[in-house]
């Protein structure tokens, strides 16, 4: 759903911005020396600072802006080297100062842009800031706090309102989604809230001649790509028919903020905003601007390096992989590098990829574990597929291989002679077991001799056996064909 819409008399756009939060990866939190890691015991992971304890000093870390700024390169921003942070004041129970942290009139990134299918969709800014603690609502109607969160870094990524339906933002999120966790920016796990969305949707109407704007809708803190498309439908379709009843006009700066109820399936009003003075942004006098200077821009761009879809093109350019394999392949960064360093051992790319996403990937989610902790490398599925490209081993004994380096971690060379699995190609010594399979079986010939053709396969399957899988079966099959033909 994109573009222009019809409904009865009305024509009509669908127009959404994006704010994404998302933590970033960093040791420590934003402002302190607190641990930055998800769960645990709550309220142990906290300090005067990330408490707002009085006197406490905040102190930005040098990985928390250095991370920001990664994530500008990324997108392609423009990145700004006087940064200041600001107070943004609202009061909410796990907002344990009364204010967040965060950047307002001058954000370290901006005028950047995402390519969603060739289509760009510009990002406004970039801009740095402090996550805040979490609300426990428990069975008994009391309502905890965990301030674990209070202060964990974070970056808020604003887009202009370039996308048009619910697809494309669900589509915006991935991407930047797979962009960051590229990067190392994120680990970007929507079920821990790492990252979150902020859909703002509104709608142009066109009737009689006549534009209108409909209030724009902030539907708050989705954490799916699923949850994100189906609020954005729902919240579409509803303005258009609040619109078709009561035609409340567009005011610039206000907003209705919503909440979506996943399992009523709707969206639901939770406050108006009137604007940004309502938040009292004042610039933080507790930190003083920061200077960017070259080197740490320059550290902070040799994060990024090649970019998925940048991969994706390589990859099916120089490794002639499908559309499918090299989306798959270059998915994760970690896989992709690992793809790389297989292909780069092997002389057959193809191969490898096929291996690794028939075989590999289905055991390293079956065991749910990182490709790192395989007891495999690259190397192991490199020489594996030489192994079997050289016809030292069949296409069988390589299942059986592979299976034993997942156990053992040894190299296919190694578990090859260990077992003596070289593959048999000397004619001399397959002439030598196809005449033996023909000595032992004098009804397939006869059977041969009244025309049923199947023999031949049947009788290249008995030198396999012979052999213990170790006769070339291509040689094997030609012998027997050729053995057959003299017999007729």
Request: aromatic content about 8%.
């Amino acid at each position: 759903m994109s573009g222009l819409h019809k409904d009865g008399d009305l024509t009509y756009e669908i127009l959404i911005g994006c704010e994404i939060h998302c933590e970033l990866k960093t040791p420590t939190k934003a402002f302190c020396a607190c641990e930055n890691r998800y769960g645990g015991m709550p309220n142990t992971r906290v300090c005067p600072v990330c408490l707002g304890l009085p006197g406490a000093m905040p102190v930005p870390s040098k990985e928390f802006v250095e991370l920001g700024a990664a994530a500008g390169y990324a997108f392609s921003c423009g990145i700004n080297r006087f940064v200041t942070f600001d107070r943004k004041h609202y009061f909410y129970p796990d907002l344990v100062k009364g204010y967040q942290i965060t950047q307002y009139d001058i954000p370290l990134c901006h005028d950047g842009h995402v390519m969603l299918d060739g289509k760009k969709v510009r990002l406004e800014r970039i801009h740095l800031e402090e996550d805040v603690g979490k609300s426990i609502h428990r069975e008994d109607g009391r309502s905890c706090i965990d301030f674990n969160r209070s202060g964990v870094p974070l970056i808020e990524i604003v887009s202009k309102p370039d996308l048009s339906s619910p697809e494309e933002a669900a589509l915006f999120m991935q991407t930047v989604r797979e962009i960051l966790r590229y990067i190392g920016v994120t680990e970007g796990n929507l079920e821990e809230g790492a990252m979150r969305c902020d859909a703002n949707i509104n709608l142009k109407i066109v009737t009689n001649g006549t534009e209108y704007r409909t209030p724009i809708s902030e539907i708050k803190n989705m954490n799916s790509f699923r949850s994100i498309r189906d609020a954005c439908t729902y919240e579409a379709g509803r303005q258009l028919e609040e619109f078709r009843s009561n035609r409340q006009p567009y005011t610039a700066g206000f907003k209705n903020t919503m909440g979506w109820d996943d399992a009523a399936g709707r969206t639901v009003i939770q406050r108006t905003k009137n604007s940004f003075t309502d938040y009292r942004f004042v610039v933080e006098p507790d930190i003083p601007p920061v200077i960017l200077d070259d080197a740490f821009l320059a550290q902070a761009r040799s994060r990024v390096g090649e970019l998925p879809a940048e991969k994706r093109d390589r990859f099916r350019r120089e490794y002639g992989l499908s559309d499918s394999d090299a989306k798959t392949l270059t998915s994760e960064r970690e896989l992709a590098e690992w793809f790389e360093d297989a292909a780069k051992e092997s002389g057959d790319p193809g191969k490898v990829a096929n291996w690794i996403l028939g075989e590999l990937l289905a055991v390293r989610n079956d065991r749910n574990i990182d490709l790192a902790d395989l007891p495999i490398t690259p190397a192991h599925i490199a020489a594996l597929v030489n192994a079997l490209g050289s016809n030292i081993i069949t296409s069988r004994q390589a299942k059986d291989v592979f299976a034993e380096m997942l156990k053992t971690g040894e190299l296919p060379s190694a578990i090859i002679r260990k077992h003596g699995m070289e593959q048999m190609s000397d004619t001399g010594a397959i002439g030598k077991i196809v005449a033996e399979v023909f000595a032992e079986n004098p009804a397939a010939l006869e059977d041969y001799a009244k025309g049923k053709t199947n023999v031949v396969d049947w009788l290249t399957g008995q030198v396999m056996k012979k052999s213990r899988g170790q006769a070339n079966p291509g040689i094997a099959s030609e012998l027997v064909q050729k053995r057959l033909a003299d017999f007729s």
